[in-house]
């Protein structure tokens, strides 16, 4: 028996939580059940599992014991009731948004997305007869007014790709008042850092490709909220509407990534923290945007709900766009890669990557400038990221 009741800490239970050994020949971790389909004792059995009757496994693209481990622990990692993973951020975000709506329904959105999700609103929803109203979600005022009478209430913050910071307290309480469900997407900031359910958002959404599984070596998206809502989302959005099941090898490495993701989130944030610093004090950079970083521009409001400032860095060179190509192009430890993250420090020119969905002008009236330079800090040793950072700049022009 403990001696005290104290809850358990974040990597205790992304390491425990919801596994005994002895349920499965002392395996210490978790066995991969790789398996599309599950046999009934009797046709009876099945029916009842079909008809919700009877607790479980039919088949491979709605549930999977390796999968429903790793949906627990997530859930409890964001203090969600249930959760559900699928095979990328997009599934999750998409498996959700099509659950959620119908022809005639509005979505309010921040102007600053992931390029895909901007698409999938923008390009994918708005043709089956869902608007879309992009707005900053600086402007309380702007989303109060476009609030009234929506459906779903839908951001990032930090979000991709200029770490742009949002009071989720603030939002998901006009959305609430507004009677629509807010969602937010907490890729950048992850569970350890930053708990959106607490502040009032009804569904969180990862791209769990990123730092939940760590390594940059899969794809997974995870989507978690009430269970109610979660049951919807896994029979509807994922069983017919996406199909985007998840490979249960993926869930198992995703699950080993939750083993380190304290760890990890908090090295990249240590480390990110100190790039910032020396970035702040560089004769050559324009603008910087890091969230851990007073001075920052939203570093105020996440103060009030981010316990580090996480691994993502944007900013700008005033040689603009050429400088910001020569200066990525002269890393060396640094990839010149898209994603984020990963044990590898990846730079990236949204502009042209992962952000072109958005068109030039749409571009810059959402302030992602040609010039912006998205830095994820990985976990090599600090003083070498410096070292390659210190050479990059000076070897601009
Ligand atoms: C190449 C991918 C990048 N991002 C993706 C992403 C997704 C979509 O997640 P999948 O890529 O479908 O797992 C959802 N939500 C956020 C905040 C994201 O950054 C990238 O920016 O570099």
Aim: charged share 20%.
């Amino acid at each position: 028996q403990r001696k005290s009741n104290r809850r358990q800490g974040p990597s205790t239970r992304a390491i425990h939580l919801g596994y005994d050994p002895a349920t499965a020949n002392g395996a210490l971790t978790p066995p991969v059940y790789m398996t599309s389909t599950y046999a009934f004792e009797s046709v009876e059995q099945g029916t009842e599992i079909f008809e919700g009757k009877r607790e479980g496994y039919i088949y491979g693209r709605t549930k999977n014991p390796t999968q429903g481990l790793l949906e627990e622990r997530v859930a409890d990692l964001e203090g969600a009731e249930a959760g559900l993973v699928v095979s990328s951020g997009m599934g999750a975000i998409s498996a959700t948004l099509w659950t959620l709506l119908k022809a005639g329904d509005r979505v309010v959105a921040d102007k600053i997305l992931y390029g895909n999700t901007f698409a999938l609103l923008t390009k994918g929803l708005t043709k089956f007869g869902v608007s879309v109203e992009l707005v900053d979600f600086g402007d309380l005022q702007a989303v109060a007014r476009a609030a009234a009478g929506a459906r779903v209430v839908y951001f990032e913050t930090p979000a991709n790709p200029n770490l742009r910071v949002i009071d989720i307290a603030a939002v998901t309480g006009i959305a609430r008042r507004a009677g629509a469900l807010s969602i937010v997407d907490n890729t950048f900031a992850t569970p350890i850092l930053q708990r959106p359910l607490e502040l009032g958002a009804d569904l969180v959404v990862h791209s769990a490709t990123k730092y939940l599984g760590g390594h940059g070596d899969l794809l997974a998206g995870v989507v978690v909220g009430k269970a109610a809502d979660i049951h919807a989302i896994r029979m509807n959005g994922l069983r017919y509407l996406t199909g985007a099941a998840v490979s249960p090898l993926t869930a198992f490495l995703v699950l080993r990534g939750l083993k380190t993701l304290e760890l990890r989130v908090l090295q990249h944030s240590r480390s990110a923290l100190a790039i910032a610093e020396l970035l702040a004090e560089h004769p050559g950079i324009a603008s910087l945007s890091y969230p851990g970083l007073p001075g920052s521009p939203g570093h105020a409001v996440a103060k009030g709900q981010m316990s580090a400032g996480g691994g993502l860095i944007a900013f700008e060179l005033k040689g603009g766009y050429q400088a910001g190509v020569a200066f990525m192009n002269a890393l060396e430890i640094a990839s010149r890669a898209v994603s984020l993250g990963d044990a590898e420090t990846l730079v990236q020119h949204p502009a042209s990557m992962t952000h072109a969905a958005y068109g030039a002008e749409e571009r810059l009236r959402h302030g992602i400038s040609d010039s912006l330079i998205r830095l994820s800090v990985g976990l090599e040793n600090i003083e070498d990221l410096i070292d390659d950072i210190e050479a990059a700049l000076s070897a601009v022009p």
